[in-house]
């Protein structure tokens, strides 16, 4: 290529290099077209008002608030068991008959030194008497009527003494028959007819099944917000779909020894009779209740130098709305706001690019 053509094409790419340079100026001066940003439903809520309360879970098994077991209080043979276990029984129902041979004879023999003891305080008083009478007309010295009288108070003292094993005595042939003290049912039984058993031994247990309690653990940390006569919803295994409403009754004043949970028991009403000792359970107790708020996503909540505030959706617009903070609900990620009429559209999605006068729509509204 000639010089002449090389400098004509430096020419041409100079021009034409100046022509889009212009496009381009003219291009970015135009303003670009501009409209509402469309938001999706997931993007905002609508304020409204409810219940809330902290949850705390807890479980642990069912166990009878009323239970009875009865040991035997004489050394005897069980000559009468008329239960079983699952029997239901009354109050005043006979649940153990011991043979009562021995214990009224005991009953008989202790009497009868009684009489004897009798006699002979009968005796010594009377010869108390006697050298009183005599010393009185110096004819018996102050020794011998000291010495009746020392053998007076000697036998009154024994007299005393047989009296108390009589009524311990009168007190085993009453233990020789147990009955029930309330209504319930027998849950165990270890022992059986015919058998001869020691002082103490067991017998039976006797549990009233109306009234029930679950043993359960709350955590250190929660257990400020814990309360008697908080409601407690039950979930009872074997009892799907089915809840069973309950109340704290006592809270232990210590932590279990090696955890960091306190004991709270509680109860439960069994009128259906349809819960058993033992069944397990697991429950939501509710703590620091707080009735018809308004509250919020976290996410909802934006921070300026003005200070707090949320964007709602006022006439496709957004809006800056001023708001004050309450009680905070970590484990449902909510917070409680005033300033917020109910039924108002909140934005509650995290964009942070958002500011107040943007316009917006809602996608399908």
């Known amino acids: 290529m000639t010089t002449k053509g090389i ?4 020419r041409w790419t100079a021009v034409l290099s100046a022509v889009l340079l212009s496009v381009s100026a003219v291009g970015a001066q135009q303003p670009k077209p501009e409209g509402p940003l469309e938001l999706a ?3 905002v809520s609508k304020a409204v008002r409810q219940d809330i309360a902290t949850e705390v879970r807890i479980s642990g098994s069912l166990t009878p608030i009323r239970r009875s077991m009865l040991t035997s209080r004489v050394s005897s043979t069980i000559i009468e068991l008329p239960v079983q276990i699952g029997d239901v029984v009354k109050v005043g129902d006979l649940l153990v008959r011991f043979d009562t041979e021995a214990l009224t004879s005991a009953v008989t023999a202790r009497k009868a030194e009684i009489d004897a003891l009798d006699a ?5 008083e ?3 008497e006697r050298n009183t009478t005599l010393g009185e007309r110096g004819a018996a010295s102050e020794a011998t009527r000291l010495e009746a009288r020392a053998n007076v108070l000697n036998l009154r003292a024994q007299l005393r003494s047989k009296q108390a094993e009589v009524a311990d005595a009168e007190r085993s042939l009453a233990y020789a028959e147990l009955r029930a003290e309330f209504d319930g049912v027998v849950s165990t039984r270890p022992v059986a007819q015919g058998q001869t058993v020691p002082l103490n031994t067991e017998l039976m247990t006797i549990v009233d099944l109306s009234r029930m309690e679950v043993d359960a653990g709350v955590p250190t940390s929660r257990i400020p917000l814990v309360q008697l006569d908080q409601p407690v919803a039950l979930s009872v295994e074997g009892f799907a779909g089915r809840t069973f409403d309950g109340k704290v009754m006592r809270i232990s004043p210590t932590a279990v020894a090696g955890s960091r949970a306190v004991r709270v028991f509680v109860a439960i009403d069994n009128n259906e009779g349809l819960l058993r000792g033992g069944m397990f359970t697991t ?3 509710q703590v620091d209740a707080h ?3 308004i509250a919020l996503p976290v996410s909802a909540i934006r921070h300026d130098e003005q200070g707090t505030f949320i964007l709602k959706v006022n006439s496709n617009t957004l809006v800056r709305q001023p708001v004050m903070l309450g009680t905070s609900w970590t484990d449902r990620n909510l ?3 005033s300033g917020v009429e109910e039924g108002e559209m909140i934005v509650t999605a995290p964009l942070p690019d958002l500011v107040a006068g943007t316009a917006v729509t809602i996608e399908g509204i």
Do not use: N
């Not at 002979?120 to 010594?124: D, E, K, M, S, T």
């Open 335 to 337: 917070v409680q706001v």
């Open 41 to 43: 439903p997931v993007d």
């Open 283 to 285: 429950g939501i107790l």
């Open 291 to 293: 009735k018809g708020v």
């Open 120 to 124: 002979q305080i009968q005796l010594a």
């Open 7 to 10: 400098f004509r094409r430096a």
């Open 126 to 128: 009377s010869i108390l």
